[in-house]
């Protein structure tokens, strides 16, 4: 390409026209100080043969930005990378923990295809709006009713954490609005568990144990372990304080006090004194927000 | 909070860092066309675009803890994406080259000779269409660190600095390299149509 080939404007040039061309695009697009613009302006004035290489330089330009875009980009390739990054998040389960590798990786591994749940909301979003609460206590019901069948035993051989437990339900929660683009994050907790309280009632029964595993913490002997905080809507759409309590152990699960999971997937775990003043602050918030 | 929209792009990543998740995709959605745009241009593929762009979000997502929130996000994500491009280019070549090398054979059959006789439409064949095509194509065909260079200035409206910052090189190289590559492909259009390219101003 770099051939011997001369046209009218190719005069040969100094070193001054050179390093003047390698500027034309930023004074084209005036991106230049004023000294240097004044100085380059003052050089085509005197110089034919660079005023005609930046009009080759526009024609070239011009000719680039009249062409439309090629590609156009699909507005599913956002709801794609999210997926992707939860494909990505279910892949970094705890290696030491085999029940929730088996069990609940391949449930997650379903949640990809959310967009029949995300087609079952709109439709049945007013059943869903007066239900859901009832969803989420009939769901824990039915982990409490299931728990001697579904391998409960089998789940606190395998000798996981209970931070871990919570933990990973955290990056459940916060992956799932990924997928649904639930605005409030939580609506992360809703949809987790009513994604799982559906994928359940489809018969897909994996749904129920990877929740049991979950839910279950091994300090405690409680088929239902860990208690969480049910919202009624309005609370779910009031402007919230950022870091919510939202799953904790039971009193019973520990001596010294409670892991806790926030919104913004976070364990902590806090001594009981620290756990109730939480608590009460976050109820308070909720007054708050909701006066 | 800041009305949504108004949120630079560093913010909504930080906003992402403390787990609005949302607010992540509301940056991958701004990013969608431009940068899926600028994958296109590169590989000349819309599947792979897709597999690209997915990879591109996950490299931010996974590099959040490591990222310098002082540092401006879009030449960040732009090295990522040209670093995969460049990758995929290059697989590609090599994959191209084993089959080149298999058709090797097909030459005695006239296969090459036909592909020629393709590209040498009559010039005066050629319409302003057919000639800005022409420079779109010399743009396409570039060697690889200087399209990049073109393409971060002309279609991600790029300063030369944020350009500089995205391919890691110094400001003077990415001038010289835009010059290098706007003068490349006005010789290749004078080559071609036996005139100076700036006389498409006057028939446009």
């Known amino acids: 390409m770099n051939g011997n080939h001369s046209s009218q404007h190719e005069a040969p040039f100094g070193n001054d026209c050179e390093s003047m061309r390698e500027d034309f695009p930023a004074y084209t697009r005036g991106e230049l100080g004023e000294s240097d613009e004044a100085r380059i302006r003052l050089h085509l004035g005197e110089c034919a043969a660079c005023a005609l290489a930046l009009q080759s330089q526009q024609s070239i330009l011009e000719t680039l930005a009249t062409s439309q875009d090629e590609y156009v980009a699909p507005a599913s390739l956002t709801d794609k990378v999210f997926a992707h990054i939860l494909l990505d998040n279910a892949a970094d389960v705890p290696a030491s923990n085999p029940a929730l590798t088996d069990r609940t990786l391949q449930a997650v591994l379903r949640l990809p295809m959310p967009a029949k749940l995300r087609e079952m909301i709109p439709l049945h979003w007013q059943l869903l709006r007066s239900t859901l609460a009832a969803c989420i206590l009939g769901t824990i019901a039915m982990y409490a009713l299931f728990t001697p069948y579904l391998g409960y035993a089998e789940a606190k051989r395998d000798g996981h954490s209970c931070a871990e437990n919570l933990e990973y339900m955290g990056k459940l929660i916060q992956s799932y609005p990924l997928l649904t683009g639930a605005d409030n994050p939580l609506q992360h907790l809703e949809g987790v568990l009513t994604h799982m309280y559906f994928n359940e009632y489809d018969g897909v029964a994996s749904g129920v144990i990877k929740l049991q595993d979950l839910c279950s913490c091994p300090g405690s002997n409680l088929a239902v372990s860990y208690s969480s905080q049910i919202l009624s809507f309005d609370q779910v759409n009031s402007p919230m304080p950022g870091s919510v309590p939202i799953v904790w152990d039971r009193r019973e699960n520990h001596k010294n006090g409670r892991n806790v999971l926030f919104l913004d997937g976070t364990v902590d775990f806090l001594t009981e004194e620290d756990f109730l003043i939480l608590l009460r602050r976050y109820k308070r918030g909720l007054l708050a927000s909701a006066n | ?204």
């Open chain 2, 1 to 204: 909070m800041t009305e949504r929209g108004s949120k630079t792009d560093e913010q909504l990543l930080a906003s992402y860092s403390k787990g609005r998740a949302n607010d992540f995709r509301e940056l991958v959605e701004r990013y969608r066309q431009p940068l899926a745009s600028y994958l296109y241009r590169l590989v000349r593929d819309g599947h792979a675009v897709e597999d690209l762009f997915q990879e591109v979000f996950l490299s931010v997502h996974r590099s959040l803890n490591t990222f310098d929130f002082s540092k401006r996000f879009k030449p960040w994500v732009y090295a990522i994406a040209t670093n995969l491009a460049r990758d995929e280019m290059r697989r590609r070549k090599s994959a191209a080259a084993t089959v080149l090398d298999g058709l090797a054979d097909c030459e005695e059959n006239g296969l090459y000779s036909i592909v020629a006789d393709d590209l040498s439409t009559p010039d005066d064949m050629m319409g302003l269409d057919e000639q800005k095509m022409f420079i779109r194509q010399i743009v396409d065909e570039l060697p690889e660190h200087l399209k990049t260079t073109l393409l971060l200035y002309h279609y991600q409206e790029m300063k030369y600095r944020e350009i500089a910052e995205t391919l890691s090189i110094p400001i003077g190289t990415v001038k010289s390299r835009l010059h290098t590559a706007l003068t490349q492909v006005a010789h290749s259009f004078e080559k071609k149509f036996n005139k100076p390219i700036h006389q498409l101003r006057v028939l446009s």
